[in-house]
């Protein structure tokens, strides 16, 4: 079923906790998700929608996501759009 999936080119689904090195916002690259996110997403843009893990917490959600999209951008990662959810 996964094979058919990408097949399909379908979206690609990634859930993490925080990918990030404790105390900063750059993102840790020694485990290979960065690597693996290469892998599986290519060069292009990638459309993300960040899911916050407490949905009243505004300040707190922007932050985080904000220092999480510089992060993974400094990687080569690049987002377009990144809708905070």
Known sequence: MLIE?????LMKYFL???ASIPESYK???ANGFV?????ALGKSTIKTLYISSDPNAFELTDDFSSYTKLGFEEVGLHFDPFIIF
Do not use: A, C, I, Q
């Not at 999936?5 to 080119?9: V, Y």
């Open 16 to 18: 993490t906790s925080s």
């Open 5 to 9: 999936l990408e097949r399909m080119n």
């Open 27 to 29: 993102v840790n690259t």
């Open 35 to 39: 690597d693996n996110l290469k892998t």
